[in-house]
């Protein structure tokens, strides 16, 4: 009898390695670049024509947009070798202009929200009084759905076991085990899609058995969401006075939310 050929394993395995180089060069990219100094950007301006410039720095805003659809984060190394390419010697006035055009023209914010690996996220700018709360009025179910899950995090203490999420899903109807109508999988969308969103961590706890994880608020929720709204609306929720949970609001109180911290001026450094 003829041995049967089982190539897929070899071209899944071979998949991996090329997957692995990919972002293996993609960081040494990161890490062999070199941001340019003040004059170096100015020699690099002079060689240029303002049209030039004003064309780089609109698919740079563009290349945001489009990331910023699927909520995610972008990152240096991408950002210079699929965009600015050979405009690098200017990279950081390129930058500080798609940061006035999000500011200017869009009402967002350029934030860097990982300075370590050079990763940056639009968040919304507009915070006007009469603007409606994200907390109270989210954007979409799925909104929706994971504010409920950061502000059960966040009342905990900012760490919790992924069974009391899941448990609290259930609360709501939302049973992670099931094909939801309009989540679908939603096991997935919570540890999957959130986490590669950065709203969510979701850490394996060592030294457990069966394997157990835990879930913590993430980059761009730290960026994104005021915990002391999040602390305002569970007062309305319980009729409660925020300052009654005392951690929790010393928290939420003792420093400008994370978005207010980090904004597109550091994210040029």
Do not use: C
């Not at 005392?246 to 040029?268: C, D, G």
């Amino acid at each position: 009898m003829t041995q049967r050929k089982r190539p897929s394993s070899t071209q899944s395995s071979s998949q991996r390695r090329h997957t692995g180089n990919l972002v293996a060069q993609d960081e040494d990219e990161d890490a062999t670049f070199t941001q340019p100094s003040t004059s170096q950007v100015q020699r690099g301006l002079e060689k240029l024509t303002p049209a030039q410039v004003d064309q780089k720095t609109a698919e740079v805003v563009q290349y945001f947009l489009v990331k910023d659809q699927k909520k995610m984060p972008v990152r240096r190394a991408d950002l210079v070798k699929h965009v600015v390419k050979d405009y690098r010697n200017i990279y950081p006035e390129i930058l500080k202009r798609a940061a006035r055009t999000f500011d200017q023209v869009f009402g967002l914010k350029l934030v860097e929200i990982d300075p370590k690996n050079k990763m940056y996220i639009l968040v919304n700018n507009l915070e006007t009084p009469d603007k409606a709360s994200p907390i109270r009025s989210p954007s979409n179910p799925k909104m929706g759905l994971l504010l409920a899950i950061l502000s059960v995090i966040f009342m905990k203490g900012g760490v919790v076991r992924e069974n009391l999420i899941w448990n609290t899903l259930k609360k709501l109807r939302v049973d992670p085990g099931e094909k939801h109508e309009e989540f679908g999988d939603v096991r997935k969308m919570v540890t999957d899609e959130f986490v590669r969103q950065r709203y969510l961590e979701y850490v394996r706890i060592p030294h457990t058995e069966p394997i157990e994880h835990e879930f913590r608020w993430g980059q761009r929720a730290d960026a994104e969401v005021s915990k002391a709204k999040i602390l305002e609306f569970m007062g309305e929720l319980h009729e409660q006075d925020p300052k009654t949970w005392t951690q929790q609001y010393r928290q939420a109180h003792s420093l400008p939310n994370s978005s207010q911290a980090s904004s597109s001026s550091s994210s040029q450094r």
